[in-house]
């Protein structure tokens, strides 16, 4: 099993930042993505960024690439989502979740609503 759980959700003014954490725990993630969802009202989940646990590579949704930054702290387990130019349309619930192909674990979820 592993558990997810996301911190660092809140209200910010269009243009400005936010970071999300995701600690993660459980089991070694050596073969596992660590990636982060999100979900706005009325719509269905979608991608936003992904990490790999093997070699630290990253994708991103073409919707955030170039404002969000994933990250990860080996030693504290950890999965980042820096947010940097956010836009209204940002507002949702942000998910992590982390799979290996076979296994798939998802956080609670941490709201971001981003006021015009």
């Known amino acids: 099993q592993v558990q997810l759980v996301e911190s660092g959700g809140g209200l910010v003014q269009a243009g400005g930042s936010l970071r999300l954490s995701c600690a993660v725990s459980?089991?070694?993630?050596?073969?596992?993505?660590v990636g982060w969802f999100r979900q706005a009202p009325g719509k269905e989940r979608e991608f936003v960024a992904s990490?790999?646990?093997?070699?630290?590579?990253?994708h991103y949704a073409n919707s955030v690439k170039g404002r969000f930054t994933i990250s990860r702290d080996t030693a504290e387990n950890t999965v980042y989502l820096q947010m940097n130019s956010l836009k209204p349309e940002d507002t949702a619930v942000y998910y992590c979740?982390?799979?290996?192909?076979?296994?798939?674990?998802w956080g609670q979820g941490t709201q971001v609503t981003v006021s015009s």
């Open positions: 979740a982390a799979g290996n192909g076979s296994d798939n674990y």
């Open positions: 990490i790999s646990w093997s070699d630290d590579s990253t």
């Open positions: 459980g089991r070694t993630l050596s073969r596992y993505n």
